[in-house]
């Protein structure tokens, strides 16, 4: 008992991040139509702008608790200023064109971002683990757990929730979703889709950061960061369903059970078992768990 | 017009001829020795042992062109040529490394090349030297396959392979009595960490033959997240928990083991761990069995050569050198020795490539970290002795001292001649001279 409870509460701690990067990636997929290559450059900008806001609270001796709230304040700015920044000085330069041009354009900012990362920050490792030691630690089912781990789960329900709520219970989010259901009805009825085009993405731009703002207190930051992170938040998001927020949870928490499950049971086939249930969804559900035939939504 | 064309060619022809008529004499102060230098200065690996070796490249030349490095050393350059370094990257991928040897010997008309950290990137250059009959001189890689797989005669690595890392660890525990009835592993799942968890497991077998392997894993490289992995450590409760991972991932490790008690339940034991003391300080938890490829940094023995570089280094770089510091000065010095032998054969004249490879063949020069050895592969791989210790952390000076620590011979933690290293680990390490 205890041994699968071990394996869930892993999985489920694995999954609280990589829900909340899936989360951003399908929103902007949901609205925009595009396939964010760029969005694990994001997650990487928000760990390593976290850590500098956290070295910088350290180093004037105030309590770690200053430091998280710091990370994620400087997080939300900046990535939201940069997220702004690209859709409406670079991507709305390219609506209507084919998908494939939007997503080659999102590649070369991914690459920039990588170089642009190493240009600020360098090529050591660095990390801030002040805050990782904030909550303590918890015994459960015989071992010990970083109370900073366990903390995730919660946090990323409260967004996926919030995230959910926003777009079905909320004016705004109604809107939101009738420019995803039919843009052009929208502009008809007087509804700026550019605007909302524009804040879409500088939403999902803040929550892949914040991903990367609470991973990383608990790890080495170091270049080649973002490309790890879009691939896993890739097959998530294919497994849910493109554009489908339940989708991006169920996802998240069956790649995390997976993988954690693959660890403890047959290490050897870790990656192997994430990929095979991204390709057993798709031989059944092609177009994910989630996601409806017809009418997309978010 | 015509006269003005055969003067032109006169002249010409006379300065050919004298050219090829003038006797062969001493190296000229103008001659230099062009030194082609591959390390990691970006990338994963750049932190770690990349920009570390790059440093000491720089320290090294620049004290050996002035003439100011200890006996047997002094003498200014290579015999008195001035060395000349071209530095690249290494960083790429071994496709792109290829290329780049190319480049550095067609286009840079470089006298050797020497570097090369990534296994992978050794095991795809060393065919191509061979191939331009270049010399190539591995300054850091681990995996014994290089010459265990194949024959060279321009290749040479100065350094010990990965054998000597595990085989060093496993008689470290036995000499310190410490318990290993279960053993769990951690590594990256390429090159390095299977060559390592493989000598580490046969090693353990042999010296602890009853020790059962409980939980074994290969997370992919760059991981960094080992949440999972840590359960699933924790869980097992090993006597002994080993890895190889080294730089961030080792860092990431750490940090996220320490705070969930593996430290506590299981002895860890790394075998390249000292390049993540300095920055990782008092988190890194005291007693762990530590191995930094050779008897580098910290657990280096006091001689004249070993404080120039440690000194040295640290007071140019503010920290003091770990073990790619130390591998590549050996690389240079034996470079060094080489060029000398050779010229002391060839009346003083710029070394060619086959006198440089012949002197380099079974060659044997003092280090900073002991003497080095020409011994395997028809005397083109290196053996050397190595240390091994454990981690306390010293509140005073900030930093993680190494003690309670124990040298091994080269000829005890590396295989003879001609025996692959697998196959004298599994067949009980026979012909080990310990004492």
């Given at each position: 008992?205890?041994?699968?409870?071990?394996?869930?509460?892993?999985?489920?701690?694995?999954?609280?991040?990589?829900?909340?990067?899936?989360?951003?990636?399908?929103?902007?997929?949901?609205?925009?139509?595009?396939?964010?290559?760029?969005?694990?450059?994001?997650?990487?900008?928000?760990?390593?702008?976290?850590?500098?806001?956290?070295?910088?609270?350290?180093?004037?001796?105030?309590?770690?608790?200053?430091?998280?709230?710091?990370?994620?304040?400087?997080?939300?700015?900046?990535?939201?200023?940069?997220?702004?920044?690209?859709?409406?000085?670079?991507?709305?330069?390219?609506?209507?064109?084919?998908?494939?041009?939007?997503?080659?354009?999102?590649?070369?900012v991914f690459l920039i971002f990588e170089d642009l990362t190493k240009l600020i920050w360098g090529?050591?490792?660095?990390?801030?683990?002040?805050?990782?030691?904030?909550?303590?630690?918890?015994?459960?089912?015989?071992?010990?757990?970083?109370?900073?781990?366990?903390?995730?789960?919660?946090?990323?329900?409260?967004?996926?929730?919030?995230?959910?709520?926003?777009?079905?219970?909320?004016?705004?989010?109604?809107?939101?979703?009738?420019?995803?259901?039919?843009?052009?009805?929208?502009?008809?009825?007087?509804?700026?889709?550019?605007?909302?085009?524009?804040?879409?993405?500088?939403?999902?731009?803040?929550?892949?950061?914040?991903?990367?703002?609470?991973?990383?207190?608990?790890?080495?930051?170091?270049?080649?960061?973002?490309?790890?992170?879009?691939?896993?938040?890739?097959?998530?998001?294919?497994?849910?369903?493109?554009?489908?927020?339940?989708?991006?949870?169920?996802?998240?928490?069956?790649?995390?059970?997976?993988?954690?499950?693959?660890?403890?049971?047959?290490?050897?086939?870790?990656?192997?078992?994430?990929?095979?249930?991204?390709?057993?969804?798709?031989?059944?559900?092609?177009?994910?768990?989630?996601?409806?035939?017809?009418?997309?939504?978010? | 017009?015509?006269?003005?064309?055969?003067?032109?060619?006169?002249?010409?022809?006379?300065?050919?001829?004298?050219?090829?008529?003038?006797?062969?004499?001493?190296?000229?102060?103008?001659?230099?020795?062009?030194?082609?230098?591959?390390?990691?200065?970006?990338?994963?690996?750049?932190?770690?042992?990349?920009?570390?070796?790059?440093?000491?490249?720089?320290?090294?030349?620049?004290?050996?062109?002035?003439?100011?490095?200890?006996?047997?050393?002094?003498?200014?350059?290579?015999?008195?040529?001035?060395?000349?370094?071209?530095?690249?990257?290494?960083?790429?991928?071994?496709?792109?490394?290829?290329?780049?040897?190319?480049?550095?010997?067609?286009?840079?008309?470089?006298?050797?090349?020497?570097?090369?950290?990534?296994?992978?990137?050794?095991?795809?250059?060393?065919?191509?030297?061979?191939?331009?009959?270049?010399?190539?001189?591995?300054?850091?890689?681990?995996?014994?396959?290089?010459?265990?797989?194949?024959?060279?005669?321009?290749?040479?690595?100065?350094?010990?392979?990965?054998?000597?890392?595990?085989?060093?660890?496993?008689?470290?525990?036995?000499?310190?009595?410490?318990?290993?009835?279960?053993?769990?592993?951690?590594?990256?799942?390429?090159?390095?960490?299977?060559?390592?968890?493989?000598?580490?497991?046969?090693?353990?077998?042999?010296?602890?033959?009853?020790?059962?392997?409980?939980?074994?894993?290969?997370?992919?490289?760059?991981?960094?997240?080992?949440?999972?992995?840590?359960?699933?450590?924790?869980?097992?409760?090993?006597?002994?928990?080993?890895?190889?991972?080294?730089?961030?991932?080792?860092?990431?490790?750490?940090?996220?083991?320490?705070?969930?008690?593996?430290?506590?339940?299981?002895?860890?034991?790394?075998?390249?761990?000292?390049?993540?003391?300095?920055?990782?300080?008092?988190?890194?938890?005291?007693?762990?069995?530590?191995?930094?490829?050779?008897?580098?940094?910290?657990?280096?023995?006091?001689?004249?050569?070993?404080?120039?570089?440690?000194?040295?280094?640290?007071?140019?770089?503010?920290?003091?050198?770990?073990?790619?510091?130390?591998?590549?000065?050996?690389?240079?010095?034996g470079l060094k020795a080489a060029a000398e032998k050779a010229m002391s054969k060839n009346g003083?004249?710029?070394?060619?490539?086959?006198?440089?490879?012949?002197?380099?063949?079974?060659?044997?020069?003092?280090?900073?970290?002991?003497?080095?050895?020409?011994?395997?592969?028809?005397?083109?791989?290196?053996?050397?002795?190595?240390?091994?210790?454990?981690?306390?952390?010293?509140?005073?000076?900030?930093?993680?001292?190494?003690?309670?620590?124990?040298?091994?011979?080269?000829?005890?933690?590396?295989?003879?001649?001609?025996?692959?290293?697998?196959?004298?680990?599994?067949?009980?390490?026979?012909?080990?001279?310990?004492?």
């Amino acid at each position: 008992m205890n041994f699968f409870l071990t394996i869930v509460l892993d999985g489920l701690i694995q999954a609280s991040w990589l829900f909340i990067v899936a989360l951003g990636l399908t929103l902007v997929f949901g609205v925009l139509k595009i396939l964010n290559i760029a969005h694990g450059s994001f997650y990487a900008l928000g760990a390593y702008i976290a850590a500098s806001a956290v070295t910088m609270v350290a180093a004037r001796g105030f309590h770690p608790g200053i430091g998280f709230v710091a990370m994620l304040v400087a997080v939300a700015l900046i990535a939201s200023a940069v997220g702004l920044l690209l859709e409406r000085c670079l991507l709305k330069m390219f609506y209507g064109r084919d998908e494939v041009v939007l997503l080659l354009v999102t590649y070369a900012v991914f690459l920039i971002f990588e170089d642009l990362t190493k240009l600020i920050w360098g090529v050591n490792p660095i990390y801030a683990t002040q805050p990782y030691e904030l909550f303590g630690n918890l015994e459960f089912a015989g071992l010990y757990y970083v109370g900073y781990d366990l903390v995730l789960i919660p946090i990323s329900a409260l967004i996926g929730f919030a995230v959910w709520f926003g777009l079905n219970r909320t004016v705004i989010g109604k809107i939101v979703l009738a420019v995803i259901h039919n843009e052009e009805m929208s502009v008809s009825m007087g509804v700026r889709v550019n605007r909302v085009y524009a804040v879409a993405f500088a939403f999902g731009v803040l929550l892949a950061a914040l991903a990367g703002a609470l991973t990383a207190p608990k790890i080495s930051m170091q270049p080649g960061l973002s490309s790890d992170v879009i691939i896993l938040s890739f097959a998530i998001v294919v497994i849910g369903g493109l554009g489908s927020i339940e989708g991006a949870a169920v996802g998240a928490i069956l790649i995390g059970l997976a993988r954690a499950a693959s660890v403890h049971l047959m290490p050897e086939a870790e990656l192997f078992m994430i990929y095979f249930i991204m390709a057993a969804v798709l031989v059944f559900r092609p177009e994910g768990l989630f996601k409806r035939e017809m009418a997309r939504r978010i | 017009m015509d006269h003005s064309w055969r003067a032109h060619w006169a002249v010409l022809a006379a300065s050919v001829a004298a050219t090829s008529l003038a006797p062969a004499g001493p190296a000229s102060a103008q001659e230099s020795f062009k030194l082609g230098i591959v390390t990691f200065l970006s990338g994963p690996a750049a932190d770690s042992f990349g920009v570390p070796a790059r440093n000491s490249a720089q320290f090294v030349i620049d004290q050996l062109n002035k003439g100011a490095a200890p006996s047997p050393y002094e003498k200014a350059g290579f015999g008195g040529i001035k060395i000349e370094p071209v530095i690249i990257d290494e960083n790429g991928g071994a496709t792109k490394q290829v290329q780049e040897l190319r480049n550095l010997y067609q286009r840079d008309n470089v006298d050797v090349v020497l570097g090369y950290i990534g296994s992978g990137d050794c095991l795809a250059v060393a065919p191509i030297a061979e191939e331009l009959k270049k010399m190539l001189v591995l300054m850091d890689c681990g995996t014994p396959r290089i010459f265990e797989e194949a024959k060279y005669n321009y290749v040479f690595r100065t350094a010990a392979h990965a054998t000597m890392d595990n085989v060093g660890l496993i008689r470290y525990m036995k000499a310190k009595n410490v318990k290993m009835d279960t053993l769990s592993a951690i590594n990256q799942d390429y090159a390095w960490g299977q060559d390592s968890r493989a000598d580490f497991i046969a090693a353990a077998q042999q010296l602890y033959p009853n020790v059962k392997i409980q939980t074994d894993l290969l997370p992919k490289f760059g991981a960094g997240q080992y949440g999972t992995e840590i359960s699933a450590l924790v869980g097992a409760g090993s006597d002994v928990v080993y890895s190889s991972l080294w730089g961030g991932d080792l860092q990431a490790f750490v940090l996220q083991s320490a705070p969930r008690g593996l430290p506590k339940r299981s002895q860890l034991v790394f075998s390249a761990a000292d390049h993540v003391l300095p920055p990782l300080g008092e988190k890194m938890p005291d007693g762990t069995i530590i191995g930094a490829r050779g008897a580098y940094g910290l657990m280096s023995q006091k001689s004249p050569l070993n404080d120039w570089l440690f000194k040295g280094y640290e007071a140019a770089n503010g920290v003091y050198p770990v073990q790619a510091a130390y591998r590549m000065t050996q690389s240079i010095l034996g470079l060094k020795a080489a060029a000398e032998k050779a010229m002391s054969k060839n009346g003083g004249k710029k070394p060619s490539t086959d006198e440089l490879v012949a002197a380099m063949t079974g060659l044997e020069w003092p280090s900073p970290g002991g003497l080095i050895q020409m011994k395997l592969a028809d005397g083109h791989q290196a053996i050397q002795p190595i240390a091994i210790s454990r981690t306390k952390y010293n509140p005073d000076l900030k930093r993680v001292d190494l003690v309670d620590i124990e040298y091994f011979a080269a000829e005890c933690v590396n295989p003879p001649p001609g025996v692959k290293s697998i196959d004298w680990i599994k067949g009980g390490m026979q012909g080990a001279k310990c004492n």
